[in-house]
């Protein structure tokens, strides 16, 4: 069976085959650093790190560039609103990225360019567009160049538009344009705006465009066509649709599949940064384990949109929980190794159909929750199971794995159960404490059960007993006791 992706471009699902044999080249748009990313923005490094892992895992050598944009508009009113450099704005949010793809266990892109970093390129990208005759040095002397959209007769037709139809390009003033619809690949150094954001260029001192950057350095790194496309829904049209025509326009082949993941929403809009800070993945992380979250995040189909809400993310723990349960009762019940590769085994066909086909993930997650539960009948059967538990529970971890979600990879199991040391050595302590309590009211002993509940108080951990079973927290950081 062949891995099978939907196309943007063309909506159409169909055989992917790599340019080069045995190799995979994806670029996908990394994020503007203006601000710490949220829930919403890292869904799609999660959503490529999947696909990352389901191609390696076929056995292609894949190559992820994922480029950060750290001079934009956005990024210089940050710098000026807080009265500090623009860069120190992109630098510190650029760590907070590494974190958040650190944190959900994304594994780093082979290379993560910097617009900034590549200038030159973009440049030379201009003056190649001007000279085919797609660009044009905007007349009123401001330094800004344009893209001529009615003079690439392709224009539209990742987004499938006709150019009457599009919204115009609000990202310069409209009077040095041709066409409202003309976008800029550089922008003239403007008065008010810091000299340490402008560039020499043959047309005066600038910035490059949004746009150009991620043509030129896509080109840069995997060549002048290479296999896939990747970003958020919301890239489609204009970013991708103008990286697309900057590239083609200057003759070169670029992107052989576009793949867009569904955004990430909440109360029925596109999650942003009026959210305000609860949703920013360095919270998150503070009151579900990461593990949890990247759980809910893989779950959705990449296609999906993820409504997001509490109680989701909660049950998705659950969930995960309940097959993590399974993988540690197994391993400690057949003395099975914690390490992957002694283990063996491989993912069944249905799980290797439902990846190829379009990554369906919760097609594929549903083999796994039925290996789980065969494998806990196993667990019960005791001794004489004990040869088909290995075989469930080493198919159980090689698809966990495909997903980055194997509790005993290493990035987790470092960690204790999916948290970082500290939290796993909490946990501990306090099911301990719990089960004391549990077995003290059960005595119908309650002075010890009151205490015990005093000494967690404490020690600043909050029990309430819910129907599910006692839950705490930790400063509002939540946990049902498994
Ligand atoms: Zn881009």
């Known amino acids: 069976m062949t891995l099978r992706l939907y196309d943007s471009a063309t909506t159409q699902t169909r055989d992917f085959v790599p340019l080069v044999d045995g190799q995979v080249g994806i670029y996908h748009c990394g994020l503007t650093v203006q601000g710490p990313p949220h829930l919403g923005h890292i869904r799609k490094e999660v959503v490529f790190d999947v696909l990352r892992r389901w191609l390696m895992h076929e056995g292609y050598e894949v190559t992820l560039v994922a480029n950060v944009t750290d001079i934009e508009d956005k990024i210089l009113a940050k710098g000026a609103e807080q009265d500090r450099p623009w860069w120190s704005v992109a630098y510190e949010n650029e760590r907070a990225l590494h974190a958040a793809y650190d944190v959900l266990g994304c594994l780093p892109p082979t290379y993560e360019p910097r617009a900034t970093g590549h200038v030159p390129e973009i440049i030379e990208l ?3 567009l001007i000279a085919r005759g797609h660009a044009y040095a905007a007349p009123d002397g401001s330094g800004d160049v344009y893209f001529d959209v009615r003079s690439w007769p392709d224009y539209g037709e990742l987004s499938r538009q006709r150019i009457d139809d599009m919204r115009d390009a609000e990202d310069a003033d409209p009077r040095g344009k041709r066409d409202p619809r003309d976008f800029a690949l550089w922008k003239g150094h403007k008065e008010g705006e810091p000299e340490t954001a402008s560039w020499p260029s043959p047309w005066g001192r600038g910035r490059p465009g949004w746009h150009i950057e991620c043509s ?13 496309h990747g970003g958020g829904i919301d890239l489609r049209f204009p970013h991708h649709e103008n990286e697309l025509a900057q590239a083609t326009a200057a003759g070169m082949p670029f992107a052989r599949l576009w793949m867009h993941n569904q955004m990430v ?18 919270e998150v992380v503070k009151r579900f384990r990461p593990v949890d979250v990247r759980y809910y995040l893989v779950a959705a189909h990449y296609r999906s949109v993820i409504d997001y809400s509490e109680e989701a993310l909660t049950d998705a723990a659950t969930t995960y929980q309940r097959i993590e349960g399974f993988v540690r009762r197994a391993t400690e019940a057949t003395g099975a190794s914690t390490d992957l590769a002694e283990l063996g085994g491989g993912v069944t066909p249905g799980f290797a159909a439902a990846m190829d086909d379009d990554l369906a993930i919760p097609t594929a997650l549903a083999q796994v929750q039925e290996l789980v539960r065969d494998g806990n009948k196993q667990l019960a059967a005791g001794e004489e199971q004990k040869y088909a538990l290995v075989s469930t529970l080493s198919a159980v971890r090689r698809m966990l794995d495909v997903l980055g979600l194997d509790p005993y990879a290493p990035h987790w199991a470092g960690a204790g159960e999916g948290g970082s040391a500290e939290r796993a050595a909490l946990g501990t302590l306090v099911d301990a404490l719990l089960e004391q309590r549990a077995q ?13 509940r005093d000494q967690l108080k404490a020690a600043g951990v909050e029990v309430e007993d819910t129907p599910a079973g006692p839950r705490w927290s930790v400063g509002g950081t939540e946990r049902q006791e498994s």
């Open 126 to 128: 201009v003056e190649t």
């Open 216 to 228: 030129a350095m896509a080109t840069k790194y995997l060549g002048s066509e290479f296999d896939i």
């Open 265 to 282: 929403r909440i109360g029925g809009e596109k999650m942003s940064k009026s959210v305000g800070n609860s949703l920013l993945v360095s």
């Open 440 to 452: 003290a009211r059960a005595d119908k002993d309650f002075a010890t059960a009151d205490r015990v």
